[in-house]
């Protein structure tokens, strides 16, 4: 079990290399927190080589230990990052440990592009989707008020420009 408190991250260095193995097995890391507090939740931090932060919120077990189910998309890129947990309450920051230092191992993702991720075109759409479901629910709530029929118009236009790409590469074009 790793040990966190504010002084320490007790992360045994053969232990420092982490990532999302193999098919339907989600890596579970078990954190025993030194310091515990009732009303708060656990947060862990990581920030990539490239700069990019990741937040994930730990889920809480009994007897002061907290775990990270490590899935794919936790991980943006491989290579060397640190980490830190923070205890976070209502009013603010409670304590957060020391940053330490781990490699992070990311699966191969055909969506990848020299390191880069590229959404699949189904992202791409359920992005679209609920950008312009804000973007109708959002004008109601303001002086401009958009119709029914303007509002399935720029639907249509905008998904169009998704489905037609996703159309083709199902018929094998």
């Given at each position: 079990?790793?040990?966190?408190?504010?002084?320490?991250?007790?992360?045994?260095?053969?232990?420092?290399?982490?990532?999302?193995?193999?098919?339907?097995?989600?890596?579970?890391?078990?954190?025993?927190?030194?310091?515990?507090?009732?009303?708060?939740?656990?947060?862990?931090?990581?920030?990539?080589?490239?700069?990019?932060?990741?937040?994930?919120?730990?889920?809480?077990s009994?007897?002061?230990?907290?775990?990270?189910?490590?899935?794919?998309?936790?991980?943006?890129?491989?290579?060397?990052?640190?980490?830190?947990?923070?205890?976070?309450?209502?009013?603010?920051?409670?304590?957060?440990?020391?940053?330490?230092?781990?490699?992070?191992?990311?699966?191969?993702?055909?969506?990848?592009?020299?390191?880069?991720?590229?959404?699949?075109?189904?992202?791409?759409?359920?992005?679209?989707?609920?950008?312009?479901?804000?973007?109708?629910?959002?004008?109601?709530?303001?002086?401009?008020?958009i119709?029914?029929?303007?509002?399935?118009?720029?639907?249509?236009?905008?998904?169009?420009?998704?489905?037609?790409p996703?159309?083709?590469?199902?018929?094998?074009?």
């Amino acid at each position: 079990m790793i040990y966190v408190d504010r002084k320490t991250f007790g992360l045994p260095f053969e232990q420092r290399v982490l990532g999302h193995y193999g098919d339907n097995c989600i890596n579970t890391l078990e954190f025993e927190i030194g310091e515990n507090y009732p009303n708060c939740d656990y947060i862990m931090y990581i920030e990539f080589s490239n700069g990019t932060v990741n937040s994930i919120m730990l889920t809480k077990s009994a007897n002061q230990t907290v775990s990270w189910r490590i899935s794919a998309s936790d991980i943006f890129c491989s290579g060397l990052a640190y980490i830190q947990m923070k205890a976070i309450a209502k009013n603010g920051e409670i304590w957060h440990s020391p940053k330490i230092i781990v490699e992070l191992l990311r699966s191969i993702d055909e969506n990848t592009v020299n390191g880069e991720y590229i959404p699949t075109l189904f992202q791409q759409l359920d992005e679209k989707i609920n950008l312009l479901k804000n973007l109708i629910v959002g004008t109601s709530d303001s002086n401009d008020y958009i119709t029914r029929p303007q509002a399935q118009a720029l639907i249509t236009e905008n998904i169009d420009e998704l489905l037609l790409p996703l159309c083709r590469r199902l018929d094998g074009e």
